[in-house]
């Protein structure tokens, strides 16, 4: 008999067991705190020892820049929220790479590494031109959050007042040029109207990254389950949000209260004195608050979506690293097992988790860039 290296037989069971979170804002602790992401750390919800303890080895690193940062100023931003990702790759290319396709991801995660999609949370990041979303591209970022906390001059956002009535015409064009170029259109912080403008105009399948259910969280931006079913008709995915106001509705008054009465101060800074601005108030909303939500709240969500567009469409979005109060029981990303044994005690199959814990999500990114 021939002898067969052991590696051929352990990579196709890695590739087997793709594990995706649509969002996490990782990034943010090491661009702003130069977090050594190979270490186990004792704060922040992520680094690569825990999502290796988690299984999830494709995450979607978001590059967030705050709505305060404004036109060429958010694309600097952007620029060393990417640069400080790529100090990661260049400094330990044997655990980490950069995935471009899904293919990549299959690759990556098949070698043992871990897999990382770079995406932007708000367009306000292309400051208006689809030149600058083209060069994002050319760097690698596959995905992006149309707005964020405000409305961008060309969409409306779900936390801010209408203003466009959904997307502009510019808007419009910036979802076709997405579809052209493979980038994934990312609908978690737009107006109901803007989602729906979104579906009308896409020839490609969406995802809410990090998103829940608004009949359980009556939060706007929680979607409905309308807004769910079109979802799964559009053969998207919606990654459920653990946040804590996301999930439970006490959570949940509490966030619209503090989303109400927040007077949006817009700091007058630009380089190095707004980065300190963003860096402070990182530091400051990142505070653990006290909180109702748990690991059965996530649960609950995540069957909600599938009972409404079905067991293909649902995955999970975290927003470790970007929300103060994890879920009891979910406190960080090698949690993640409670989480699939909680699915198996309802009755999920394997399968099905495969299917929510990665599968679903690697589909779209297949599908949206070809490969």
């Given at each position: 008999m021939r002898f067969i290296p052991l590696v051929f037989i352990i990579l196709p069971l890695y590739a087997q067991n793709v594990g995706i979170d649509s969002h996490i804002d990782t990034a943010q602790r090491v661009l702003i705190d130069h977090a050594d992401l190979t270490q186990r750390s004792t704060v922040g919800h992520?680094?690569?020892?825990?999502?290796?303890?988690?299984?999830?080895?494709?995450?979607f690193f978001a590059l967030w820049v705050p709505t305060y940062y404004k036109g060429s100023e958010a694309v600097r931003r952007t620029l060393d929220l990417?640069?400080?990702?790529q100090g990661l790759f260049d400094a330990h290319p044997e655990q980490i790479a950069l995935a471009l396709t899904a293919a990549d991801v299959e690759r990556i995660t098949g070698s043992g590494k871990i897999a990382a999609i770079l995406a932007i949370e708000g367009g306000h990041q292309i400051d208006d031109d689809l030149a600058v979303l083209r060069i994002y591209y050319r760097l690698g970022i596959r995905a992006m959050t149309l707005t964020h906390f405000r409305n961008t001059d060309w969409a409306d956002s779900s936390t801010d007042k209408p203003a466009h009535n959904g997307l502009t015409d510019f808007g419009k064009q910036v979802v076709r040029e997405m579809n052209r170029l493979g980038m994934i259109v990312d609908i978690s912080h737009v107006s109901d109207k803007t989602f729906s403008d979104v579906l009308a105009v896409t020839s490609k399948p969406v995802i809410a990254s990090h998103s829940s259910c608004r009949a359980i969280s009556d939060v706007p931006r929680n979607m409905t389950d309308d807004m769910i079913r079109a979802l799964g008709k559009n053969g998207g995915v919606i990654g459920i949000n653990f946040g804590e106001g996301f999930l439970n509705p006490k959570?949940?008054?509490?966030?619209?209260?503090?989303?109400?009465?927040?007077?949006y101060h817009e700091p007058s800074l630009t380089g190095k004195a707004l980065d300190a601005y963003a860096a402070d108030e990182t530091h400051?909303?990142?505070?653990?608050?006290?909180?109702?939500?748990?690991?059965?709240d996530?649960?609950?969500?995540?069957?909600?979506?599938?009972?409404?567009?079905?067991?293909?469409?649902?995955?999970i979005g975290s927003d470790f690293d970007g929300i103060s109060s994890p879920p009891k029981g979910l406190e960080d990303i090698s949690k993640m097992p409670a989480l699939k044994a909680a699915l198996r005690k309802k009755g999920y199959s394997e399968p099905d988790i495969s299917k929510i814990f990665g599968g679903n999500t690697l589909r779209v990114l297949r599908e949206v860039t070809g490969k």
């Open positions: 992520v680094d690569i020892p825990r999502l290796r303890e988690g299984g999830v080895n494709a995450p990417r640069d400080a990702m959570d949940g008054e509490l966030l619209k209260k503090a989303i109400d009465s927040i007077s400051r909303d990142m505070k653990p608050q006290p909180a109702f939500a748990t690991l059965d996530a649960v609950a969500h995540i069957d909600h979506a599938v009972k409404l567009a079905g067991i293909d469409h649902v995955g």
